[in-house]
């Protein structure tokens, strides 16, 4: 059974940092594409950033380039999203997400797996 469970969400105020992790098991990790996905309030769930399974290829939504970094390692079967310059529109659930290529992942919202998500509250 696959399970994918995130941790690190909470409060923080506009500014802010904060890391989110997402520990994966029962898939093959190494040979999976792993990224986020968020939903803020009253709004649809949208992609944040994502990963290729060799960490050769990033993706990022716009909204979030320069100010978020995805990572991995594959040694401990997790994907990070640090989140830097935390504004209040970030605040959401945030997702994570596994599937076979990071780029569907980002350009169609292909997922084959999801967690249950982490909730960040970015205060102003």
């Known amino acids: 059974q696959v399970q994918l469970v995130e941790s690190g969400g909470g409060l923080v105020q506009a500014g802010g940092s904060l890391r989110v992790s997402c520990e994966a098991s029962g898939l093959s990790f190494s040979t999976y594409a792993m990224g986020w996905f968020r939903q803020g309030p009253e709004k649809e769930r949208e992609f944040v950033a994502s990963i290729s399974w060799l960490e050769g290829t990033l993706y990022y939504a716009d909204s979030v380039k320069g100010r978020f970094t995805i990572s991995r390692v594959n040694a401990k079967n997790t994907v990070y999203l640090q989140m830097n310059n935390l504004k209040p529109d970030d605040t959401a659930v945030y997702y994570c997400?596994?599937?076979?290529?990071?780029?569907?992942?980002?350009?169609?919202?292909?997922?084959?797996?999801w967690g249950k998500g982490t909730l960040v509250t970015v205060s102003s």
């Open positions: 997400a596994a599937d076979s290529a990071a780029q569907t992942m980002a350009e169609l919202g292909r997922v084959t797996y």
